[in-house]
Nanobody, 122 residues
């Protein structure tokens, strides 16, 4: 059974940092692409960052230079390092997995986690 579990969300002040984790089980993790999505209330879900099995990385323009995605195949985990957080980064963050990076980027990844809430507020 394929499962993705996100963790690391919480309340942080503007300018602060958080590290989100997406832990996978039930898949051959190293050959999967993983993406981080977010959805704020009343807004559409958007891709924040994605990393392919070979290390190809994509970022949403508004997070470039602030957010960094990395993967540790020995721990079956992908991380989203978020720095210089802004109130507009407030959202539920989800991770998605698929064999194909294009599907993850398109939002049609086969597997999704339950999400973790990130709130940026003073």
């Amino acid at each position: 059974q394929v499962q993705l579990v996100e963790s690391g969300g919480g309340l942080v002040q503007p300018g602060g940092s958080l590290r989100l984790s997406c832990a996978a089980s039930g898949i051959s993790f190293s050959i999967y692409a993983i993406g981080w999505y977010r959805q704020a209330p009343g807004k559409q879900r958007e891709l924040v960052a994605a990393i392919g099995s070979g290390g190809t990385i994509n970022y949403l323009d508004s997070v470039k230079g602030r957010f960094f995605i990395s993967r540790d195949n020995t721990k079956n985990t992908v991380y989203l390092h978020m720095n210089s957080l802004k109130p507009e980064d407030t959202a539920v963050y989800y991770c998605s997995a698929d064999r194909l990076l294009n599907r993850v980027i398109a939002g049609t990844g086969r597997t999704w986690g339950q999400g973790t809430q990130v709130t940026v507020s003073s």
